[in-house]
Each structure stands twice: as C-alpha cells, then as structure tokens.
C-alpha cells in the first residue's frame, strides 16, 4: 500500500496520508486515513477516488496477480544468474588451473625423458671404461 502525504487532518490532529488500496474490491482506488492508521492511530477514513466499475474491478486484481507472478519469476531469474555468474567465475578458475596442469603433464615428461635419455649416455659412457669422477681421457 503506497501513500502520499494529505491536506486535511485526522482525529488524531496530525497530516492524513492518501493511500492506495490494493483489495480486490478496490484495486488501486486511493483513500486518506491517519497516518498511523495501523500502529494505534485514529479511525479517520476517508475514499480519495470515487468507487471503481465492475468491470474495473473484474480486470484488475487479475492483472496485478499476473504482474506479481512475472515479478516472482523475475526474481527467481535473478537468483538463478547470479548463480550462473558465480559458477562462469567458478568455470573460468577451474580451466585456468587446468591449462596449468596440462602444462605439468607436457613438459615433466618431457624434462624426464631428456634426463633420462643424459643418464642413459652417462651410464653408457662408464661402461666404456670410465669412471666416476674421471669421465675425461687423459691425453699424455
Ligand atoms: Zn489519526
């Protein structure tokens, strides 16, 4: 129920408030009442438009039940994007991390196979005759 500010004054002596009706039977149709109408004011009541046709008051109040369900699933698409926007966030992480990781996989393999392939001539070269620490010929 919205409300806007009156001129006139209620039992109560304070500034009326015009307010907007959303019942079925007076669906948008505005009155005055005090401003602490439902927080122990006074009884000051009073219509501000003149009563609706029936066919008005037919068509409204399923309109406005229409609007409020669009607006509730706007609100759940809302909730749902914001969702999708976190997990786009949670996604762009992950793939992140996983280039990282495909990274590991590539070049540690590689990185082994070239010490391996250096160990195996290491290994190969001792056999031949040389040593530990003496790997050089010495020419005399
Ligand atoms: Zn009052």
């Known amino acids: 129920m919205s409300h806007v500010t009156g001129y006139e004054s209620c039992f109560c002596g304070k500034t009326v408030v015009i307010r907007t009706s959303w019942t079925d039977d007076n669906p948008g149709r505005r009155f005055q009442s005090c ?6 004011g006074c009884q ?3 219509w501000e438009d003149p009563p609706m046709c ?7 109040p399923g309109l406005l039940r229409k609007i409020n369900k669009i607006q509730d699933e706007l609100e759940k698409m809302k909730d749902k994007n914001a969702r999708l926007v976190l997990l786009q966030e949670e996604v762009g992480k992950l793939k992140s991390q996983n280039k990282k990781l495909i990274i590991c996989v590539i070049v540690i393999p590689i990185v082994l196979g070239i010490f391996c392939v250096i160990w195996s001539r290491f290994k190969r070269s001792d056999a031949n005759g040389l040593s530990g620490g003496s790997r050089f010929k010495m020419v005399a």
């Not at 401003?35 to 122990?40: A, E, W």
């Not at 029936?54 to 409204?60: D, E, K, L, P, S």
């Open 35 to 40: 401003l602490n109408f439902k927080r122990g």
């Open 44 to 46: 000051f009541f009073s």
């Open 54 to 60: 029936n066919r008005a008051r037919q068509i409204i």
